[in-house]
């Protein structure tokens, strides 16, 4: 677990993580509304195509899609999704084949299916500093090395295995 100070520091930890992300890796960030995962994905999709790329939260078109720089990236917001057929429409498996995932609200959907998963739990904390986050980790196997590289880019020594 980690704290952050601002959405700036979110930012950072958005584009590290991008800068170890393979083809193949899902990044489900989960959290209330307002905690930042579009702020981390936004973060995330400009360090892989350019600082100036609109990137909208996919809340009504259910995902985008970012083919600018050397993975494709698909974003999906699952908010809105009510049943299984909605789910299998939006065509994981085509997309974890060719790029990387990026899925807000990832709780409606079965994370077994996939196997370069790595969980984001986003919080806010406390009221009297609106604007720090607290951000937990749940690494699958794969990204066990990569998550500890990239934690210790952002805040200097921490453990992921504690």
Same mark, same amino acid.
């Given at each position: 677990?980690?704290?952050?100070?601002?959405?700036?520091?979110?930012?950072?930890?958005?584009?590290?993580?991008?800068?170890?992300?393979?083809?193949?890796?899902?990044?489900?960030?989960?959290?209330?509304?307002?905690?930042?995962?579009?702020?981390?994905?936004?973060?995330?999709?400009?360090?892989?195509?350019?600082?100036?790329?609109?990137?909208?939260?996919?809340?009504?078109?259910?995902?985008? #899609? #970012?083919?600018?720089?050397?993975?494709?990236?698909?974003? #999906?917001?699952? #908010?809105?999704?009510?049943?299984?057929?909605?789910?299998?429409?939006?065509?994981?498996?085509?997309?974890?084949?060719?790029?990387?995932?990026?899925?807000?609200?990832?709780?409606?959907?079965?994370?077994?299916?996939?196997?370069?998963?790595?969980?984001?739990?986003?919080?806010?904390?406390?009221?009297?500093?609106?604007?720090?986050?607290?951000?937990?980790?749940?690494?699958?196997?794969?990204?066990?090395?990569?998550?500890?590289?990239?934690?210790?880019?952002?805040?200097?020594?921490?453990?992921?295995?504690?």
């Amino acid at each position: 677990m980690i704290e952050l100070s601002d959405e700036a520091a979110m930012c950072k930890l958005g584009g590290n993580i991008a800068s170890v992300a393979e083809i193949g890796d899902v990044i489900c960030l989960s959290g209330p509304l307002g905690a930042g995962k579009t702020v981390f994905a936004r973060a995330f999709v400009r360090a892989l195509t350019n600082s100036d790329e609109n990137v909208p939260s996919p809340t009504f078109t259910l995902m985008q #899609y #970012y083919d600018g720089g050397p993975i494709p990236i698909f974003h #999906y917001d699952l #908010y809105r999704v009510e049943s299984e057929a909605d789910i299998q429409e939006l065509g994981f498996d085509d997309a974890v084949a060719n790029g990387v995932l990026l899925i807000e609200w990832p709780e409606r959907v079965s994370s077994e299916i996939f196997t370069n998963r790595l969980g984001i739990q986003i919080d806010c904390f406390p009221a009297d500093q609106p604007d720090m986050r607290r951000v937990q980790f749940e690494p699958s196997d794969v990204w066990r090395d990569r998550l500890q590289q990239v934690l210790n880019a952002v805040t200097g020594e921490f453990d992921v295995t504690t």
